[in-house]
């Protein structure tokens, strides 16, 4: 007698990402902007043969840019300009169009990469990089603002 038997082995999908560092700065006076000195280098390596995406959003629902004292720098959707178009705004790279960073709770991530590999293989080390531009108006309060963003990377 003879039988056969199927023998099933499952590989659990598996994604790691890394940042070059874990936070950007920069300095600017009043009236002036800083659209380069801010970025992230982000690489993210997946076993998934379908690729993966890759989002930001602000960490919490207050997308500002705040200092101890309450003093703020509101997202923008446009090119952050000295004086005239004051706020911070987020560039893919690559690309030209600046864009506000969304609250946690919304809808709206960015898409930093929507990345399918072809021949679909096993991705390593794939490579994007986030640009961070702001700007300040000439009665910009003194002080060190921040904010915290997350990264998420999903196989596919």
């Known amino acids: 007698a003879q039988k056969t038997l199927d023998v099933d082995i499952n590989v659990a999908n598996i994604i ?3 940042l070059d ?3 950007t700065s920069t300095t600017i006076l009043p009236n002036s902007a800083d659209l380069t000195a801010m970025f992230t280098n982000i690489y993210v390596s997946t076993n998934s043969p379908e690729g993966y995406t890759l989002t930001l959003a602000d960490s919490d629902n207050n ?3 705040q200092t101890a004292f309450g003093a703020t720098i509101a997202p923008i959707s446009s ?3 000295g004086g005239s178009n004051p706020g911070w705004a987020v560039r893919i790279d690559g690309e030209s ?3 506000a960073m969304p609250i946690q709770s919304s809808s709206s991530v960015i898409t930093v990469k929507n990345y399918s590999p072809s021949p679909k ?8 990089k986030v640009f961070y531009g702001v700007a300040a108006s000439s009665d910009q ?3 060190t603002y921040t904010d915290t963003v ?6 596919k």
């Open 16 to 18: 790691s990402m890394t």
């Open 97 to 99: 169009t600046w864009r």
């Open 141 to 143: 309060a003194t002080g």
């Open 79 to 81: 090119e952050p300009v």
């Open 21 to 23: 560092h874990n936070s």
């Open 121 to 128: 293989v096993v991705t390593v080390n794939d490579h994007s």
């Open 63 to 65: 997308a500002n840019l």
């Open 150 to 155: 997350t990264y998420t990377a999903t196989a």
